[in-house]
C-alpha cells in the first residue's frame, strides 16, 4: 500500500510539470471522492506529504503546506535534500503515468503504462457522445454516472444489456476527459468476481443529435459571415448617383441656365441626355430642346481653345525641359573636361593611389550620366526630325504623281481591301459557326428555315472567297509589277551616273591637257568625290552632323541615310568621310566598355585651312 502511494506522489511531480500530456480537468474541479479518505490522508501524512487530488490541488480544505500535519514532521520546501528548486522536464517520449482512482462504489486501476494507447476511432464533427465498453455485468448507471460525472455534465445515458453504453455529454471538450478513462480496469467495491470487474474502453460515438447540432451551428456560422460580408460590400460599394428628374417646362429652363454655366455644365448635359434618351422630345417640347442643344454646342469653342492653350503649356514645357536638359548636358562636359585634364600626366603623377582611383570612378560616373542625358536629348531632338521629316514627305507626295507613287497607292488600296474582305470572311465563319450552334440547340421544327439560311451563308462564304483570292491575285501582280518599275529605275540611275562619270573624266582630260604640271592619274586620284551621288551624300550627311554638335556614330548616320535608300552601305559612307578630313573629323568618346567613335562636322574650320 505505501509503495503505491509513493508511485503517487511521483506520478503527481511529472504530471503538474508537463501541462501538454495532463488531463485538463481544472475547470470542473475533480476532486474525485474515496471510500476511505481518512486512511489516505494518514497514509500519506505519514511519508510527510501534502494529500494532492488529479489536479495536484489539496483535498483536505483546511490543509497548510507550510505545516506538518503530525508533530516531529518538518515541511516540505524546495530547499530539501533531493528535491531541486524547478523539477526536471519530463522527456516527451515519456508515457503518461495514470493513476488510481477512488469513487463511491468502484475503483478504477490504471492501465500498463507499457502498453500503447488504446486505439481510437476518427472523431465525427461536433461530437458529444462517447462509446463506453468493458463494463462490469453487475454494473449499474448509478456507477457510470459517478465514474464519469467528473469529466463533465451528462446529458443523457443509454445502457445496453451487453456491458456497454453511450454518453452524451454537454460540451465537446467534455468527451476528451472521458477519453482519459480508456483502458482502466475497474472493480466494484473490493469483491474480485468476474462479474463485478471489467476493463473500460472508451470511444467517439457518431450520434445523429450531435450532427445535427453541429450542422445547425455551421449553417449559423456561415449566415453570419454572409451577413458581414454583405455588410462590409455594402460599406465599400460606391454611392449612387443622384436620380434624374422627370422633364417639365420649370426643369427645362433650370437646365438650359446651368449649360452656360462652365462648372455646371457636365451635369445639364448628363440630364439633357438622360431626357432624350427617354424619349421626352416631342413636337411641344423640340423647340426648347433644340434651343438646349445649341447651348451645348456653343462649348465646343470653348473647348477647342482650352485644348489649344493646353497644347501650348506643353510646347513651352517642352522647350524649357530641353533647355535646361541641355545646360545640365554642358556643365557635364565641363565637369568631364576637368577630370580629363586632372587624368593628364602633369597632374596625375602628384595624386596619391587613393585619390587617383577616386577621380577614376567620379570620372566614370559623370561619363555614365553625361551619356544618359545625351542620349534623352538626341532622343527628344530625333522626334522632332521624324516629325519634320514625316510633313515633309507628305507635301512632297501631294506633289509628286509619278507612275510609281500610283503603283504604291494601288498596292496599299489593294491590301485594305484584302484586309478588309479577310475581316468579313472570318466575320461569315463566326456566323456559321453560330447558326450552327443554335441548330443543334433548337427543336426540329425549326431546320427548314435554318438550313436554309445555313446554305445562304455558305454560298456568300464561298463567294467571298473566290473574290479574296482574285484579289490577292492581282496584288501580287501589282506588286511584281512595281518590283520591275523599281528595277528599271535603278538601271536607268546606274545608267545615269555611268554618263556623268564619262563627261566627268572627259572634262578631267581636257584641263589635265592644259596644266602640264600636274599628270593625268594624279588629277583623278587627287579628287575623293567620283559622282554626284557621292556629292549628295555629303550634302546630306553634313546637314545631318550640323545639327547634331556633339556628333553621332556611323551607325547613327547609316540609320538615318536608310531611311532616304535602303542600299546605302555603312563601309561606303564610312570611307566616303575618312577620305574628306576638312569636312568630316572623327572622334572617340567615353572610357572603357563605354568607348565609343563619333563624327563631327568641321567643314568651318576646313575652309579656313583649305
Known amino acids: 500500500m505505501q509503495r503505491d502511494f509513493i508511485w503517487l506522489w511521483v506520478y503527481e511531480i511529472g504530471f503538474a510539470a508537463d501541462n501538454s500530456r495532463t488531463l485538463n480537468v481544472d475547470s470542473t474541479a475533480m476532486t474525485l471522492p474515496m471510500s476511505d479518505p481518512t486512511a489516505w490522508a494518514t497514509a500519506m501524512n505519514n511519508l510527510g506529504m501534502a494529500p494532492l487530488g488529479i489536479a495536484g490541488q489539496p483535498i483536505l480544505p483546511d490543509f497548510d503546506p507550510a505545516l506538518g500535519m503530525m508533530t516531529g514532521i518538518p515541511p516540505i520546501t524546495p530547499m530539501m535534500p533531493g528535491l531541486g528548486i524547478v523539477p526536471p ?40 457522445t462517447v462509446f463506453v465498453g468493458g463494463l462490469p455485468e453487475n454494473g449499474t448507471e448509478q456507477i457510470i454516472v459517478e465514474m464519469f460525472e467528473q469529466c463533465g455534465e451528462i446529458i443523457a445515458i443509454r445502457k445496453s444489456k451487453k456491458n456497454f453504453c453511450h454518453i452524451r455529454f454537454a460540451e465537446e471538450y467534455m468527451v476528451d476527459k472521458a477519453l482519459y478513462l480508456s483502458g482502466y480496469r475497474i472493480r466494484l467495491g473490493s469483491s474480485t468476481d468476474k462479474k463485478d470487474t471489467g476493463r473500460l474502453h472508451v470511444d467517439f460515438a457518431q450520434a445523429r443529435d450531435d450532427l445535427y447540432e453541429w450542422e445547425c451551428k455551421q449553417r449559423m456560422l456561415a449566415r453570419e459571415e454572409r451577413h458581414r460580408r454583405r455588410l462590409e460590400e455594402e460599406r465599400l460599394r460606391p454611392p449612387s448617383p443622384p436620380p434624374v428628374v422627370h422633364y417639365s417646362d420649370h426643369e427645362c429652363s433650370v437646365v438650359a441656365e446651368k449649360l452656360k454655366d462652365d462648372s ?11 431626357w432624350i434618351e427617354r424619349g421626352e422630345v416631342n413636337r411641344r417640347s423640340a423647340n426648347n430642346f433644340y434651343s438646349m442643344i445649341q447651348s451645348a454646342n456653343s462649348h465646343v469653342r470653348r473647348l477647342v481653345n482650352e485644348k489649344a492653350s493646353h497644347e ?9 525641359f530641353k533647355q535646361a536638359l541641355s545646360g545640365i548636358l554642358i556643365q557635364f562636359e565641363q565637369i568631364v573636361a576637368v577630370y580629363h585634364s586632372a ?21 566614370k ?75 443543334g440547340k433548337a427543336p426540329k421544327e425549326d431546320d427548314p428555315n435554318k438550313e436554309q439560311q445555313l446554305k445562304l451563308l455558305q454560298q ?48 578631267v582630260l581636257c584641263t589635265s591637257s592644259q596644266d602640264s604640271d600636274y599628270p593625268l592619274e594624279k588629277t583623278l586620284n587627287s579628287s575623293p568625290i567620283k559622282s554626284e551621288r557621292d556629292i549628295l551624300l555629303v550634302g546630306i550627311i553634313s546637314t ?17 541615310l536608310h531611311r532616304l535608300d535602303n542600299k546605302i552601305c555603312t563601309s561606303d559612307v564610312e570611307s566616303l568621310m575618312s577620305k574628306l578630313q576638312h569636312t568630316f573629323r572623327q572622334e572617340m568618346t567615353g572610357v572603357g566598355a563605354s568607348l565609343e567613335k563619333r563624327w563631327k562636322f568641321c567643314g568651318f574650320e576646313g575652309l579656313k585651312l583649305t
Open 365 to 439: 560616373q559623370a561619363e555614365e550620366i553625361r551619356n544618359i542625358h545625351n542620349d534623352e536629348l538626341m532622343g527628344i531632338r530625333r522626334e522632332e526630325e521624324m516629325e519634320m521629316s514625316d510633313d515633309e514627305i507628305e507635301e512632297t507626295t501631294e506633289t509628286k504623281e509619278t507612275e510609281e507613287s500610283a503603283l504604291v497607292s494601288q498596292a496599299e488600296a489593294l491590301k485594305e481591301e484584302n484586309d478588309s474582305l479577310r475581316w468579313q470572311l472570318d466575320a461569315y465563319r463566326n456566323e456559321v459557326e453560330l447558326l450552327k450552334q443554335e441548330q
Open 460 to 507: 456568300a462564304l464561298q463567294g467571298m472567297q473566290q473574290h479574296l483570292l482574285k484579289v490577292q491575285e492581282e496584288y501580287k501582280r501589282k506588286e511584281a509589277e512595281l518590283e520591275k518599275v523599281k528595277d528599271d529605275k535603278l538601271q536607268m540611275e546606274k545608267m545615269l551616273e555611268n554618263l556623268k562619270e564619262k563627261e566627268s573624266c572627259a572634262s
Open 312 to 320: 501650348k503649356d506643353m510646347e513651352e514645357a517642352k522647350e524649357k
Open 544 to 560: 545631318f552632323l550640323h545639327v547634331h554638335p556633339f556628333g553621332a556614330s556611323i551607325e547613327y548616320i547609316c540609320s538615318y
Open 264 to 274: 455646371k455644365f457636365s451635369e445639364a448635359v448628363q440630364t439633357l441626355l438622360t
Open 89 to 128: 522536464p519530463i522527456p516527451p517520449d515519456m508515457p503518461v503515468v495514470k493513476e488510481i482512482i477512488h469513487c463511491k462504489s468502484c475503483t478504477l486501476f490504471p492501465p500498463n503504462p507499457n502498453l500503447p494507447p488504446p486505439a481510437t476511432r476518427e472523431r465525427p464533427p461536433g461530437c458529444k
Open 343 to 363: 587624368s593628364k600626366q602633369k597632374a596625375w603623377d602628384h595624386f596619391t593611389k587613393a585619390q587617383r582611383k577616386n577621380i577614376s570612378v567620379w570620372c
